[in-house]
């Protein structure tokens, strides 16, 4: 069943004109977007499409609704996917493209997910623990809050939140729901409020990293990425490219070391005169350090501040 979504799908494409310019684009190519989100990003590349293609994945209903719409002026030459980006080699190989010449991961939270009360990704709103990404899964914040093991909440919160209150926030979460289920979001606030020192809740809202944590394993974020894009890079044609965008440190910490190994996976002892391990690169770091927003788009949107572009290319077959 579609889900309803009554707020517009707003979503600010972040870098895109870094993001264009870095994927040099082929008219006649064929591109990705993994994360097509409203199809800001995939507007532009099929904007510059001859002969080419594009096909969009997303998990989130109210996404896929939207990028359709947005992309109707290109619908001879794009394909929309209801998918999580993990499964992008067997959903394209089930249409017949084994190769391609480009990929973006744009992995930050959309501004409508954000701003849809109902969705439960925001601490500023009164709403059920949700945060699903895509709402057809079962597990959902709350079922993270309610049910995982006190020991299992800290792990979550230190390690995906890199929240320094970890422990006692867990502490206090188990002791709450011991009374009753947590059930919505401004609940879990006091909670968390409660259990960071009055001095230490000057530095953001309380509850962001607890919540950036939360919405982690329930969609399993880590995870994915790090599953995922050994097969973009194989996917790749010679000179293809994957740009990644991320929007915290654990994720940005996965792409760049994902692409070094891919782009010296030589595991040999230093002092050997010869690779005798066999593993050869498959491309080239583009971006040695990472591309990040300029004044004008801080300006425009104050979401773009924490966001990283990293871009890999794939090495051109020798004779």
Known sequence: M???????FKHYSVLLEEVIKLLHIKPEGIYVDGTLGGGGHAFEVCRRLEGGRFYGIDQDEAAICAAQERLVPFSGKVTVL?????NMRARLMSEGVRSVDGILLDLGVSSYQFDNWERGFSYRFDAPLDMRMDRRQTLTAGDIVNKYSENELYRIIRDYGEERFAKNI?????????????????????IIKAAIPAKMRKDGHPSKRTYQAIRIECNRELEVLKNSLDDMIDMLKPEGRLCVITFHSLEDRIVKTIFRKNEAPCICPPDFPVCVCGKVSKGTVVTRKPVVAGERELA????????????FEREIESD
């Open 82 to 86: 209801r998918d999580n980006f993990c």
């Open 170 to 190: 867990a502490k206090y979460i188990a002791e709450a729901r011991r009374k009753k289920p947590v059930e919505t979001t401004f609940e879990l606030n006091e």
């Open 2 to 8: 579609e889900e309803k979504y009554e707020v517009p």
């Open 300 to 311: 425009e949107n104050a979401r773009s501040r924490s966001a990283k572009l990293r871009v």
